[in-house]
Every structure is written in C-alpha cells, then in structure tokens.
C-alpha cells in the first residue's frame, strides 16, 4: 500500500508559479515511477510530468516542456512538480499517482493504483 498526499495548490495570476508536492509513505521504492496529472472540468485526467525516485525516468510533457520540471526529495519521499509562467489553460485539479511496477505505460491514468486527493490549481487571467 501506498499513501500519497499532494498540496501546494492555489490561486495564482497568470505568470506566476507555484510549486506543488507530493509526499508519499508505505511501500515505495527508488524504481517506482511517480506520475503527476491533471484534469480539468469536463475533461479527461492527463498525464503531466514524472520521474522515478531515482531520477532516472524524468518525462514532461511537450506542451508544459518549457514551464514546468520536476525535482525529488529522496529523505523525505517528496516529489515536487515546479510550475512556472502559468497559464489559465493550466487551470485544474492536479493528481500524483503511482503503482508498484517498474515499467507500465505511464501516460495512461489507468495503469495507475494509487493517487492523491487531487490539489486544485487555479490560473486567473
């Protein structure tokens, strides 16, 4: 079992930034891959970011390349995803997940087995 519980959600003009994090407990491991996704309201979850513990595995997505990264706190089991010159079109609810395979499709919100309760983000124009 995992737990994983994000925060760092809020308001925020457009161009700002905000950091959100993931904190994660129970049974990780460096090889378990963390996915960051967000849905927006009447749209599907979509795959963000990710990386593994490791940091061998880091992907972003082509349309938030240039804005957004991702770095680790290993000690702490805290994955963060840096959000920078935020759009309004960047306006949803953000999720961490992960799962306990190595290798799985992970743009696919399905693969997942366990996921956050979701912190809100909120662009303004």
């Known amino acids: 079992q995992v737990q994983l519980v994000e925060s760092g959600g809020g308001l925020v003009q457009a161009g700002g930034s905000l950091r959100l994090s993931c904190v994660a407990s129970?049974?990780?491991?460096?090889?378990?891959?963390m996915g960051w996704f967000r849905q927006a309201p009447g749209k599907e979850r979509v795959f963000v970011a990710g990386?593994?513990?490791?940091?061998?595995?880091?992907l972003i997505r082509d349309f938030v390349k240039d804005r957004f990264s991702i770095s680790r706190d290993n000690a702490k089991r805290t994955m963060y995803l840096e959000m920078n010159s935020l759009k309004p079109e960047d306006t949803a609810v953000y999720y961490c997940?992960?799962?306990?395979?190595?290798?799985?499709?992970?743009?696919?919100?399905?693969?997942?087995?366990?996921w956050g309760q979701g912190t809100q983000v909120t662009v303004s124009s």
């Open positions: 997940a992960t799962n306990g395979r190595v290798y799985f499709n992970y743009y696919r919100a399905q693969e997942y087995d366990y």
């Open positions: 129970g049974r990780t491991s460096d090889n378990n891959f």
């Open positions: 990386d593994r513990w490791s940091g061998s595995n880091t």
